[in-house]
């Protein structure tokens, strides 16, 4: 039996507590010790739960004790109902923690912030990374405003490290669980700890945006850790077929993704945009089409200032603008090919976790004032999706966005020109890591073409990334967040909004009571932690054999791929046929004309 230590200050966030509370339970229910902390209001100007509702630090006070009083609601219920052994992090700060908290921050500046360290933990650092979020900034140069809002994220992150000090001191816990462990308070407590050798796991909701809410990644460290550990496996699942149930999910996530609805996707709906894509960006019909997606800059940057990402990689290009550079030198003296540019959408304004203008998104519109012909730029403002691209282009061209994946799940060739940024399998692209190679690596993708192997070797790896590397709890949290709510009467829903203005944790309430007396996924979760284990793939459950043959996956495949096909062109408008449509239409067809031949 262990002592475990879930810091918790997010109640309010309830699609994160209450996994977290399904993940304490069972941890009780297997012998171990427990000690739930939460906030107890010690972070009531500026927190994660205020960023998720839209409220700041520069908001109506009313709205923050709004969230406040929302947050203790929830808190107060996930204790009551799990049974949540713990105390408030407010509980054990004094008067003389606050004081001290002061003298810090009066002796802390804009120039001498990066630098604070205390207990051998860069407080000063760790505390900007919600702020480098929101502000989408490339550098810790602040100004009036910013300093005013970083003050107070380093105030909360020193009460949470003099707090955790003491409760570390008085509990003596073996392990610490947090709630994703890049929060600013969060990764103080996990480094606080793991600087006193207590090791420290994170929960996170699973990728696949159709099963968020019923997967749970659960491992050490943080996210970025966890995905390389991951990919570290792969060459022990690379040869394994994917079984049918995962293939499906897998699917469900991609059309998701089409839809362009999940707050987690920056792409507009697949076929919502311009109708004629090749007359939209000025594409000969004797011109092959590259599209090159580019990546945010500032999630990245913000993990490597807290220390979750290396800033030393070694890459072809420094930087995306050189990237770019030299693909619009190298296309200006190809006409057969046309280059499209796609922007990040997060660059701008516009999606719900956009925020404002990036500061690199200032260089690229220096960088993209004067192009060659047979280049373009695809701006947020196109409306256009990624997936329709997809049907006139011939090859990706990738810096570490996700798209790389989808795109070989697509079937199309991704031609990549580091290995190390990407988070997923570089084998499932193109690489080229010196400038030569890298091109000949584009011309090679050109003549290979599209390919139900690259297909496949996406969803084998998504089945390691979305299945076998995550904790299933849909038993304990069936919630879906991408299906429709079923159409009440007038009277129900009614009843309905009655029963949630005069009880707010009335859905709450109902999740508590469905959730089962034993988690199915609970012994995997005992067994983890138990075993200090990494990842779920390290469980024996994981390591089994597939019972899938070769013959069976090639047909899910394309039954699955027939079904992205329908969701991609059927219902929509007839111009639509590119390559990428001809394709998954012959291969839809041989799928029938097989079903046809066992009849």
């Not at 989408?136 to 003050?151: R, T």
């Not at 992150?157 to 462990?181: A, Q, T």
Request: neutral net charge.
């Amino acid at each position: 039996m262990s002592k475990v230590l879930f810091f918790a200050p997010h109640s309010g966030i309830w699609v994160h507590a209450f996994p977290e509370a399904l993940v304490a339970e069972t941890l009780v229910k297997h012998g171990h010790e427990l000690i739930y902390i939460t906030c107890g209001q010690v972070f009531s100007k500026q927190c994660v739960v205020m960023d998720a509702a839209r409220v700041g630090w520069q908001s109506e006070g009313h709205q923050r004790e709004d969230i406040c009083r929302q947050c203790v609601a929830s808190r107060d219920l996930l204790r009551r109902e799990f049974s949540l052994a713990g105390y408030d992090l407010g509980h054990v700060l004094d008067a003389e923690d606050h004081h001290q908290v002061e003298g810090i921050l009066g002796q802390t500046t804009p120039e001498n912030f990066p630098h604070l360290v205390v207990d051998q933990v860069p407080v000063g650092k760790l505390a900007t990374y919600e702020l480098l979020l929101r502000h989408k900034k490339l550098s810790l140069a602040l100004n009036d405003s910013e300093w005013k809002e970083y003050q107070i994220s380093l105030r909360y992150v020193l009460l949470s490290l003099f707090g955790v000090r003491k409760i570390l001191d008085r509990e003596r816990p073996d392990h610490i669980v947090v709630y994703n462990s890049l929060y600013s308070v969060n990764r103080t407590v996990c480094m606080l700890g793991e600087r006193r050798g207590i090791p420290h796991y994170f929960l996170h909701a699973g990728g696949n945006l159709a099963h968020r809410l019923q997967s749970l990644m659960f491992g050490r460290d943080y996210t970025f850790r966890y995905v390389k550990r991951l990919i570290e496996k792969w060459p022990e699942f690379q040869q394994r077929p994917c079984p049918p149930e995962v293939m499906r999910q897998i699917t469900d996530h991609f059309l998701v993704l089409l839809g362009g609805s999940s707050a987690f996707t920056f792409s507009s709906g697949a076929g919502k945009g311009p109708q004629d894509l090749s007359r939209f960006f000025g594409v000969a019909a004797s011109q092959r089409v590259l599209v090159a997606t580019m990546s945010s800059y500032d999630e990245r940057f913000a993990a490597e200032v807290v220390g979750a990402l290396p800033s030393d990689y070694s890459q072809l290009f420094p930087r995306q603008v050189d990237w770019i550079r030299a693909l619009v030198k190298w296309v200006s003296t190809r006409p057969d090919l046309f280059l499209i540019v796609r922007v990040h959408p997060r660059e701008f304004p516009g999606t719900m976790r956009s925020g404002g203008k990036s500061e690199h998104a200032r260089l690229l519109e220096q960088l993209f004032a004067t192009l060659p012909s047979n280049v373009r730029v695809n701006w947020p403002t196109d409306e256009v999706s990624i997936y329709d691209l997809a049907d006139i282009a011939d090859v990706f061209l990738n810096a570490w966005s996700t798209a790389g994946k989808e795109m070989s799940l697509l079937g199309l060739p991704v031609v990549i020109y580091s290995p190390e940024l990407v988070f997923y399998p570089s084998d499932l692209n193109y690489a080229g890591t010196t400038e030569k190679d890298y091109f000949a690596q584009i011309e090679r993708a050109l003549t290979d073409g599209w390919s139900l192997e690259h297909v496949r070797m996406a969803y084998r790896w998504l089945a390691v990334e979305y299945g076998y590397g995550v904790i299933d709890i849909q038993d304990g949290y069936p919630k879906k967040e991408h299906v429709n709510p079923p159409n009440l009467s007038f009277g129900k829903h009614i009843l309905h909004r009655l029963r949630r203005k005069f009880d707010p944790n009335f859905d709450q309430r109902g999740d508590c009571r469905r959730r089962p007396k034993v988690l199915a996924g609970g012994n995997d979760i005992d067994a983890l932690l138990r075993g200090s284990l990494e990842t779920p793939l390290e469980l024996a459950s994981r390591t089994q054999a597939s019972q899938v043959t070769l013959d069976l996956e090639d047909r899910m495949l394309r039954y699955e791929i027939t079904r992205i096909a329908q969701a991609l062109y059927e219902s929509q408008r007839s111009s639509f046929g590119g390559n990428l449509a001809r394709r998954l239409q012959a291969l839809g067809e041989e799928r029938r004309d097989a079903a046809i031949a066992t009849v």
